[in-house]
C-alpha cells in the first residue's frame, strides 16, 4: 500500500505478474472489471487475486507518467 493504493513492488521473475507485464510502481485499479474500494483496496485485491493455479485474470493498473489505466492479463 503506497497513499492508499496498492503498487507492485517488484514482480520477480518467471512470475504471473512478470509475464502479464506488470512493472515495478504500478498502481493496481481494477481486477477482473472490479474496482478496488478506497479504505479497502488491499484486503479486496489479496481476494480477488487468490484462485486456482493458472487462472487467468485481468488487472487494470495505472502506471507513473501515463494518463490512462492499462491493463494486463
Known amino acids: ?23 515495478a510502481g504500478d498502481r493496481l ?9 478506497d479504505g479497502k483496496q488491499l484486503e479486496t485485491a489479496m481476494q480477488l487475486l487468490r484462485g486456482p493455479v493458472g487462472t487467468a485474470l485481468t488487472v487494470g493498473v495505472k502506471r507513473a507518467g501515463s494518463k490512462t489505466c492499462a491493463k494486463s492479463s
Request: proline residues 12%.
Open 1 to 23: 500500500m503506497n497513499a492508499g493504493t496498492v503498487v507492485v513492488q517488484t514482480p520477480l521473475p518467471g512470475s504471473p505478474a512478470f509475464a502479464g507485464g506488470l512493472r
Open 29 to 37: 485499479v481494477t481486477i477482473n472489471g472490479t474496482l478496488l474500494p
